[in-house]
């Protein structure tokens, strides 16, 4: 009869003082090892109780998971010994290894081709950059779902820091996504609740980022500054400008807007991003600037803002996609441009217009809701950290009391 064991392997200590914990098997004097995916620092095992010592972070959870596999594996071993008594420890170990056997990879690229169908190409590329990076980290030729442990994360996220100097948020993103596979494969019951290792590792917290909007008095000294007729420097400060006065855009969505879209005092329109429908009510400010831009040769589908290929054929989405990541990229370099000529020491870009929107609407009384609505956010959350800006600013206001 076969027995199995946790084990800390001190006879494959390393120079840090660390092992990896192991599962042995025995069976007629002959051991086997199967990987529980953990190394630990000799310090933190505990022999005598066969455990993690309790100084160890997330012990009593790392504890509990490798309790539990060993249950599972100790169940499986009697009901394979039960049809066959002849089993070798080779032919166990086997058996209790196969099913880990689901390349992670394989899966997250087919998974990302979901984002092509939707016509999110951001969203697909981002991705794909993730699983990249996690190739580059293992090139194997297939890295399996049972070989990414916690153990494996923390040195992934280490990797990630150092070697490729990946800020928090970043790393964050990156771990969030693999998370979403391992969810995702467990929803398809590809993997089991044990095999995911986000139940022990945790992932670096978010910090927070400085969102950069304009005040009321740099929107004015923004639109004062002098551009030349008909440049690819006047449209973007037109279209920066129609952003603040309506709902806050996303330049995707901006640069895509059809005269079609235009029924007078409103554009209606789905947005690139969420397909999300919008219909944002125009102020004077933004009819102006249409206005301003209405020709009499302007047909239904040509752009409102002259600044992608006319013609261009919207629904072919990786088109679109390079079309409005180049056109962005120069509007962002002319943005800064017009900013330094107008006195404004921030670092905008198309997405200022975004958060200056929304911070101005704050502040004129618009409800958090709508604001959330008209931003196109699927989540009111998305919108709160604008009203935690104002709340600041009022903060700051009370401090006068202190004076």
């Not at 020709?295 to 600044?307: C, E, H, T």
């Amino acid at each position: 009869m076969a027995s199995i064991a946790l084990v800390f392997r001190k006879d494959k200590l390393n120079k840090k003082g660390e092992a990896p914990l192991h599962f042995r098997i025995i069976k007629n004097r002959k051991p086997r090892y199967i990987t529980a995916e953990i190394m630990l620092h000799e310090k933190f095992w505990d022999f005598k109780k066969n455990k993690v010592k309790s100084s160890y972070p997330n012990s009593a959870r790392l504890n509990n998971y490798l309790t539990t596999r060993l249950s599972e594996y100790q169940n499986a071993i009697l009901e394979s010994e039960s049809k066959n008594r002849s089993l070798t420890t080779d032919e166990i170990r086997k058996n209790l290894v196969k099913e880990a056997s689901i390349d992670f990879l394989k899966y997250g690229y087919e998974f990302i081709k979901q984002y092509i169908a939707k016509k999110q190409i951001g969203t697909h590329d981002k991705c794909k950059s993730i699983l990249d990076k996690l190739y580059e980290y293992a090139p194997s030729t297939n890295l399996l779902f049972s070989e990414i442990s916690p153990q494996f994360l923390t040195h992934y996220e280490k990797y990630l820091r150092e070697e490729l100097e990946n800020c928090n948020n970043t790393i964050n993103g990156n771990m969030r996504f693999i998370s979403r596979l391992f969810n995702a494969a467990l929803a398809e019951g590809i993997i089991e609740y044990k095999d995911n290792p986000f139940l022990i590792y945790r992932k670096p917290k978010i910090e927070k980022t400085h969102r950069e909007y304009l005040t009321e008095k740099e929107i004015e000294d923004f639109e004062s500054v002098s551009t030349p007729k008909n440049s690819k420097l006047g449209i973007h400060q037109t279209i920066f400008i129609f952003s603040c006065y309506s709902g806050g855009l996303r330049i995707s969505d901006l640069l895509t807007l059809q005269w079609k879209n235009f029924d007078g005092e409103s554009i209606n329109f789905s947005t690139n991003k969420t397909d999300t429908q919008l219909s944002i009510f125009l102020p004077n400010k933004s009819l102006a600037i249409l206005k301003s831009l209405k020709k009499n040769d302007k047909g239904k589908l040509d752009f409102i803002f002259p600044v992608l290929p006319q013609g261009m054929d919207l629904d072919n989405p990786k088109t679109v996609d390079t079309e409005i990541t180049k056109a962005t990229s120069l509007m962002n370099k002319n943005l800064k441009i017009i900013a330094r000529r107008a006195g404004i020491e921030k670092n905008i870009s198309t997405h200022t217009a975004r958060h200056t929107w929304a911070t101005r609407a704050l502040r004129k009384g618009i409800s958090i809701d709508k604001v959330s609505k008209l931003l196109g956010h699927t989540n009111i959350k998305q919108t709160q950290v604008y009203a935690k800006i104002i709340d600041s600013e009022l903060n700051k206001a009370m401090l006068v009391f202190n004076e």
